[in-house]
């Protein structure tokens, strides 16, 4: 059964689960996608301003991606994505650090071109196991709405 846009109320907040990073994944992704040092390199990343290996600002939003996708996608009717805004990355994302993601819906658009649309408006973020947060951003997402029977 479909979840539509109608099964997503302004104000709802949804868990994502946790994911764990590992120190040779920051540095595949690093290599492949962000080579600066301290993305591919522990004993450079210890010669920069973070002290030591952290991920990429673009593999964190890959990691918030893929507990997003995991938790909420399965079952939706969704049309994709619109795009960002406001993505702010708050503290570095370490290996073994266990990030969770949590996802607000904040507001509901009708889309003004597809009238079987409408655009969902959420906040999401990881914050790490202390509960401090890692990276915010906004996100949008359109969803069909229900079919009328």
Known sequence: MLRYVE???EGR???LG???????????FGRKFDPQPYHVDAELGEESLFHGLVASGWHTCAMFMRLYV?????GAAVEGSPGVDELRWLRPTRPGDVLTGRLTVT???PSMTRPDCATLH???ELTDAEGL????????S???RRPRE
């Open 7 to 9: 099964d997503y109320e």
């Open 122 to 124: 959420k906040r999401g």
């Open 70 to 74: 995991d938790a909420l996608l399965p």
């Open 142 to 144: 359109m969803f069909r």
């Open 107 to 109: 507001g509901i658009t």
């Open 133 to 140: 947060p890692v990276m915010r951003l906004t996100l949008y």
């Open 18 to 28: 946790t994911y764990k990073v590992t120190e040779q994944e920051i540095i595949e």
């Open 13 to 15: 907040t949804y868990e």
